[in-house]
């Protein structure tokens, strides 16, 4: 695929590998594809108990289906993917599983990063920024500065991320912008408080896919879900791979969503 960088130079964007079956994303037309998706890459740590190995073994096993999941992302033409890789509520678990997840996010970034930069794949972090060690937040600030200017897909990467961290920081934002007399009370909307997020120019999220067979949400982009398609597959994370985003990605585009409407919208 070749575009035209922003000097006017034509660049050829290295092509995404394709699945190992040969098999191709399904024809979904751009309008019934979700214009965000967030996953929830559940189950590392049952694959590894399953195959009698620590469940740090199921972390590390886990990435190759980030970068399955990406590369079917990409193929299909997804513009926005989110995926909750840390989440704050996961600091309660023993230390040394919280440095090896810690550690794998930072190697998945340092091993791919530059291929999905090559791909046009902006990378984002969202979650709260002051405590993480700083090797895995300068790694994660370095890859959102190196992507910032590329106009590809979005790829969110959520560590230390919670929903509600996120939505309280957005209230004390608008609290202190209202005292300070910059905002009045009569203007706090929903608008607003969308802009007061992490990330305020990602659409609201269209589908949730969460694998291992759990069925919840987790602290996950609740306010960005408010009207999403929610899709669950037992598949354990790392056995993940792109054949089942798009099969989610086609349930999604066969649903009928209607937003509180009488009729469906869309
Ligand atoms: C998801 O897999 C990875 C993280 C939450 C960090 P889990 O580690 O939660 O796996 P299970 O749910 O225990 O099987
Ligand atoms: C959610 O999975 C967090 C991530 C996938 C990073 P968990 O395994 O932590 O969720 P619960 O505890 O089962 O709800
Ligand atoms: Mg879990």
Redesign the pocket.
């Known amino acids: 695929m070749a575009y035209v960088g922003e000097s006017g130079s034509r660049v050829v964007r290295p092509l995404t590998k394709p699945h190992p079956s040969g098999a191709r994303p399904p024809t979904v037309a751009a309008e019934r594809l979700p214009r965000h998706v967030a996953v929830i ?6 694959w590894a108990l399953g195959r009698g190995l620590p ?1 740090s073994a ?2 590390e096993a ?1 990435v190759s289906a980030i970068v399955e999941a990406v590369d079917g992302a990409l193929e299909i033409g997804l513009g926005q993917i989110s995926v909750f890789a ?1 989440s704050t509520e ?1 600091w309660r678990r023993d230390p040394g599983e919280v440095e090896c ?1 810690l550690r794998v996010i930072r190697q998945l970034l340092l091993d791919h990063g530059e291929s999905w930069y090559a791909r046009g794949v902006r990378i984002r972090w969202s979650g709260r920024r002051d405590r993480l060690t700083e090797p895995l937040a300068g790694t994660l600030r370095e890859y959102e500065r190196r992507t910032r200017d590329n106009d590809g897909m979005s790829l969110t990467v959520c560590v230390d991320y919670g929903s509600r961290d996120e939505l309280v920081a957005a209230a004390a934002q608008l609290c202190e912008e209202v005292r300070a007399g910059t905002l009045a009370l009569t203007d706090v909307t929903d608008a607003e408080f969308g802009r007061r997020l992490f990330h305020p120019d990602l659409f609201d999220v269209d589908l949730v896919i969460r694998t ?1 067979g759990e069925q919840r949400l987790s602290n996950f982009l609740l306010w960005q879900s408010a009207y999403a398609e929610l899709f669950f597959t037992d598949v354990l ?1 790392p056995d993940f791979d792109r054949l089942d985003l798009w099969r989610a990605i086609e349930g999604y585009a066969s649903r009928t969503r209607r937003f509180g409407a009488a009729r469906g919208v869309g």
Request: no cysteine; hydrophobic share 25%.
């Open positions: 890459m559940d189950g590392n740590g049952r469940r199921g972390h886990g840390f996961n997840v291992s994370w």
